[in-house]
């Protein structure tokens, strides 16, 4: 039998804290004692936040985002230019884009990339209900920005995109690759240099 060291309640938040991205078990034990002496302003928030989280988030039929309305708020906002449609892996990604602040659109959130190794498929992805919610858009949509990572998987899935939209009229983008802003050209590696020459554009 293992030693313990705290009660089965502080031991089961510090073992549920570990799963979150980016924390450990070292970490996972900090956070958990941080939320207990902090027990009124912080953990009984945080529990009652969590709960209401759980109870009221919904997934985006149109889109595939969350929040806690559906259609979700970026879908439910007339603002947006209608005529361009952002594709992302994730989320997270959108939620990136929303705070670069640089065009004021509406997603597409695939939920992944195909990646045959790890047995995903078109399938698994909201792949198909892209290509309908252009196609049913009668034109309104001209333009669909593949915002995907650049990586393998990541450009395998924006050209399968590509060609299931081939032959809907619609003009696909992909974003540049290149130097990131502020970036020094000795610091970048060979393959974001080689691209960076490659996606030039005039001055
Ligand atoms: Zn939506």
Redesign the pocket.
Known sequence: MTKRTAGPEIERLIQLLARLPGLGPRSARRAALHLIKKREQLLAPLAAAAADAAETVKI??????V?TS???T???DSRRDPHMLVVVEDVGDLWALERAGAIAC??HVLGGVLSPLDGVGPSDLNIATLVSRVAESKGAVREVILAVNATVEGQTTAHYIAEQLAELGVKVTRLAHGVPVGGELDYLDEGTLAAAIKSRSLL
């Open positions: 985006c039929s149109t889109c595939g985002s929040d559906d259609p979700c970026i879908c439910a509406r997603y």
